[in-house]
């Protein structure tokens, strides 16, 4: 499943990332019973003169954008979105405003993984959730 990028400014985001990383992961982990052990995110730092954000929006603004197999329920994603903007408040105090979410849907035959396309691997998780 899952490739997480995840952009913000370096001042804001690079001093709590693992936390960030920590609490994201968890909530993949509830929303989507996703095993715990795959966890795949890359951090993307930016100066201020390389990230426009929109207006209302502070310095913590942040863009998590999440690749993923196809098959999820939509109440699965919509609780994805709540513990983010939930666990993301309480614990680095960055309000919902400040957080934006793409999820990309992608047929399994669509990922290359450990040598094999996607729909021929064994997973030891279910994607329909």
Known sequence: MGQVKIYGLRSALSPIS???SDIL?????DAFKYPENKR?????????????Y???????YTIIEISLFEGR???AKKLLYKLI???????LKITPNDIEITLTET???NWGI????????????????
């Open 73 to 75: 329920s939509i109440e």
């Open 107 to 109: 047929p399994l035959h």
């Open 40 to 52: 795949a995110h890359r951090f993307f730092y930016l100066e201020p003169e390389e990230f426009f």
């Open 114 to 129: 450990r040598g094999k396309a996607g729909d021929e691997l064994a997973l030891d998780y279910r994607v329909a959730v």
């Open 54 to 60: 929109p207006e209302g929006r502070s310095q913590q």
């Open 18 to 20: 693992r936390e960030f």
């Open 85 to 91: 903007f939930e666990r993301m408040e309480t614990h």
């Open 25 to 29: 992961h968890g909530c993949v982990v």
